[in-house]
């Protein structure tokens, strides 16, 4: 009885330090009647499930946060936007209910999230609420429009303009309306945007579209998609890769974030994709570990696959304000883009003062002293962008520091 109590406390214990499993890394897409399901996969396309959250009457957008994913479901009467954790928990297939009309595209920010309202002929708007989904309003920005895709960035909610030859845009706010912002060709469904270009399917040649954000010449066929009639129905893009879905092919195809090596059957066995989100990659890895013994420090040398913040200290979550009591001294930096970096590792508070002592204990009775202190840190990593959600992996270091006295 004693064996099982304490193997249920350490189990307790162990969920209490270990780092949280961040449901990040993942491509989203919405499969449309007769499939009525959000489809989930790996962005390297591995563990598709087609239908990760199921039971959605006519889903059409899909977007996410670094807590929930969100889709447009339904038309008429019976229209909604819904919205789950990231796990596909708390499905929520009622969120926003209210002034929400045939919704088709969707998109997110940290402060609001956006949608395409559909009326009879003509009659279309964007809509829009808070991200608690309160205050819902139909027209937040007015028609007419182009449902069929919806993007934002930290400035701007990019439309399709309803003649068929622009992309629109406004603030995020709902004033300055330019409905004919960028002129891109033969633009079909889908719109994704990034720090630097708008993305869209192209209906003439059936491809991805890519046009700089700030304006600038387009390029209409930047990626082919495979798709042999009528352009993919959805893109979607995070700082490694562009994702689009082939409805005739029933796949979901990516390419890396500059065009090179498209496949555009990366994901098989999907339904009937429509609309597409992606999350970025937030894997750390740990390349080497050097140690400086003359000051009895350490420097981790790891790498992200995208921009972000990136913060060591001895908590497993960022950050660690209380530095009376940590072991390591905290640091953080901004990572602009996928690289390497290197962070220090550095004793305070009691592992400095007992590597100190070691050492003055051991000079006393010798020439030469070393000391070692064991400290177990977290690196956390917060992906840049809406969809960014944070990891922590631990890294146990072995402090050396050594000396030796002055003749």
Same mark, same amino acid.
């Given at each position: 009885m004693l064996t099982i109590l304490a193997a249920a406390v350490l189990a307790a214990l162990v969920l209490l330090i270990a780092p949280p499993h961040a449901h990040g890394n993942f491509v989203y897409w919405a499969n449309q009647t007769p499939g009525s399901t959000i489809g989930r996969a790996k962005i390297n396309g591995t563990g598709p499930n087609n239908a990760f959250i199921s039971g959605i009457n006519q889903p059409r957008g899909v977007a996410v946060d670094s807590k929930f994913i969100y889709w447009a479901e339904g038309g008429g009467g019976t229209a909604s936007i819904g919205r789950a954790n990231l796990d596909g928990? !708390? +499905? @929520?297939?009622q969120f926003i209910t209210s002034n929400v009309t045939n919704p088709v595209g969707l998109a997110v920010t940290s402060s609001g999230i956006y949608w395409t309202n559909e009326v009879g002929m003509g009659g279309t708007s964007i809509g829009h609420a808070n991200i608690d989904g309160s205050s819902p309003a139909a027209g937040f920005v007015p028609g007419p429009i182009d449902t069929c895709g919806l993007a934002t960035d930290s400035s701007f909610v990019y /439309?399709? =303009? !309803?003649d068929g030859l622009h992309i629109g845009r406004a603030t995020l706010a709902g004033s300055g309306v330019d409905p004919t912002f960028l002129l891109i060709p033969e633009p079909f469904c889908g719109l994704a945007v990034d720090s630097s270009y708008l993305?869209?399917?192209?209906? =003439?040649? @059936?491809? %991805? !579209?890519? +046009? $700089? %954000? !700030?304006?600038g010449a387009p390029n209409g066929a930047f990626v082919p998609t495979g798709t042999t009639s009528g352009g993919p129905l959805g893109v979607a893009v995070n700082s490694q890769y562009l994702f689009w879905s082939n409805q005739d092919a029933l796949t979901i195809g990516r390419s890396n974030i500059n065009g090179s090596s498209p496949n555009p059957v990366l994901i098989q066995g999907t339904t009937n994709p429509f609309l597409l989100a992606a999350a970025p990659s937030n894997k750390i890895t740990v390349n080497s570990i050097a140690k400086k013994k003359s000051k009895g420090t350490a420097t981790i040398n790891a790498k992200v696959p995208g921009p972000g913040q990136i913060t060591l200290n001895q908590t497993s979550t960022p950050p660690d304000a209380n530095a009376t009591a940590a072991a390591v001294k905290q640091v953080g930096l901004t990572i602009p883009q996928a690289s390497s970096f290197s962070l220090a590792v550095k004793p305070v508070g009691k592992t400095a003062k007992k590597l100190n002592k070691q050492i003055k204990k051991q000079l006393k009775k010798k020439r030469k002293a070393k000391a070692k202190a064991k400290v177990t840190t977290y690196i956390h /990593? +917060? $992906?840049?962008?809406v969809a960014g959600v944070p990891n922590t992996l631990q890294v146990k270091v072995t402090l050396v520091k050594q000396r030796t006295k002055k003749k």
């Open positions: 928990s !708390g +499905v @929520n297939h /439309f399709f =303009g !309803g993305y869209w399917g192209s209906d =003439g040649g @059936n491809t %991805v !579209g890519r +046009v $700089p %954000v !700030g304006g /990593f +917060v $992906p840049a962008g």
